[in-house]
């Protein structure tokens, strides 16, 4: 069983920077495929960031060249470095771990799921 925590999530004025985490326990997270995904109001959940078991990275084309995701294994955690935060990045942000090896962009093939973060980028 993996249980994941998210953290970091708050209110920014747009431009901004915010760093989520997400901690995982009962598994190493160089054993898991991890992933970050958002949920706006009224709108269905989408891909935003995930980290292979292998080390690869993917982001999606919305957020490219503004988050940045990462592991620290010794931590246990994975992280989103978002910056130059719009409004429409304003959305619930979850965290969600698999077992499966390469990088998984649907919701689908992930196992497990944080509780989520609330992410608000002010105008």
């Known amino acids: 069983q993996v249980q994941l925590a998210e953290s970091g999530g708050g209110l920014v004025q747009a431009g901004g920077s915010l760093r989520l985490s997400c901690a995982a326990s009962?598994?190493?997270?160089?054993?898991?495929?991890m992933g970050w995904f958002r949920q706006a109001p009224g709108k269905e959940r989408e891909f935003v960031a995930a980290?292979?078991?292998?080390?690869?990275?993917s982001v999606t084309d919305s957020v490219k060249g503004r988050f940045t995701v990462s592991r620290n294994s010794a931590k246990a955690t994975v992280y989103l470095q978002m910056n130059a935060l719009k409004p429409e990045d304003t959305a619930a942000y979850y965290c969600?771990?698999?077992?499966?090896?390469?990088?998984?962009?649907?919701?689908?093939?992930?196992?497990?799921w944080g509780q989520g973060t609330q992410v608000t980028v002010s105008s």
């Open positions: 980290v292979s078991r292998s080390g690869r990275t």
């Open positions: 969600a771990a698999t077992l499966d090896l390469g990088i998984w962009t649907s919701s689908a093939a992930y196992v497990y």
């Open positions: 009962g598994r190493t997270v160089s054993n898991l495929g």
